[in-house]
């Protein structure tokens, strides 16, 4: 168990430790060149207006969808194509999701944070390909896992030499169609020494209760982000959408942007309380 907390380096950016709190917003998933074009825009001026380090988050492709006939994105060269287009205007740190192997090194050569789908936390040849990727690898807990169990994956990570790592809570399975936000995680999670990230809008949502997939309740998103924060997170991952209710995917549960600067004045108010005593 580590007790350094540890700092990374992504762009400008600098996550962990007593730096300033750091969002991980975008939409759920490419819908068009221009609608995410568009967001990232909005993004870069919220970031501008408000002093908030933001890194820019989007998936070229959800695999992990609960239809056959959900949205997924579009594709892995059209989707890091667009995402390479909004890090050269904007100058953002990139996140997305990696779903195969195949699509780490393509991915690595764009984004600057390759994340670990919760779904797919335990497979381990991916999660070493991550690792030996160079990116910074988020660790996103499955609904499955305890806290305590995030520690095996990071070994593997870490057996790759890649000490770049965060860790994401967003909800753990309660009952059937239902997740429970259990900050306590949070801390459990900072014993390995890495930024613990919570994800707001996953954590509100409903697994499989909607009529031909996932549902949701995004009012609630608000008040666990701004209680991760009082807990101490050194970041806090949502998806946004200027029209939450025609998102091709997590409409139920995507903050509506015009919202959001609302919102981030609050987060940093409540971290500038919790200041460098962060967990």
Request: proline share 4%.
């Amino acid at each position: 168990m580590s007790t350094k907390r540890k700092v990374i380096k992504i762009g400008k950016i600098a996550l962990g430790g007593s730096r300033p709190l750091v969002l991980i917003a975008g939409p759920c998933v490419i819908e068009s060149r221009r609608q995410t074009l568009d967001l990232a825009r909005r993004l870069a001026a919220l970031s501008e207006s408000s002093g908030m380090p933001i890194i820019f988050k989007a998936s070229y492709d959800k695999a992990n969808r609960t239809s056959v006939r959900s949205y997924r994105g579009p594709g892995v060269k059209a989707g890091l194509d667009i995402l390479k287009e909004i890090k050269e205007r904007h100058g953002f740190a990139i996140l997305t999701d990696v779903h195969g192997v195949e699509e780490v090194e393509p991915a690595a050569a764009v984004c600057d944070i390759l994340q670990l789908p919760a779904f797919l936390c335990r497979q381990t040849d991916l999660v070493l390909a991550l690792g030996a990727s160079g990116a910074v690898v988020n660790i996103k807990k499955g609904q499955f896992l305890a806290p305590w169990d995030v520690q095996h994956i990071v070994q593997k990570v870490e057996s790759t030499g890649n000490r770049k790592i965060c860790l994401t809570e967003r909800g753990v399975s309660f009952g059937y169609n239902n997740l429970v936000a259990d900050m306590r995680s949070l801390l459990v999670m900072r014993e390995w020494g890495y930024p613990v990230i919570f994800d707001a809008t996953h954590s509100v949502q409903l697994p499989g209760a909607g009529t031909s997939g996932t549902a949701g309740d995004g009012r609630w998103a608000p008040y666990l982000a701004r209680a991760a924060v009082a807990t101490g997170c050194d970041a806090v991952f949502l998806e946004t959408h200027t029209d939450p209710d025609k998102a091709l995917s997590d409409k139920d549960n995507a903050i509506r942007f015009s919202t959001l600067p609302k919102l981030v004045e609050q987060l940093q108010a409540i971290d500038t309380i919790v200041g460098g005593k962060r967990i």
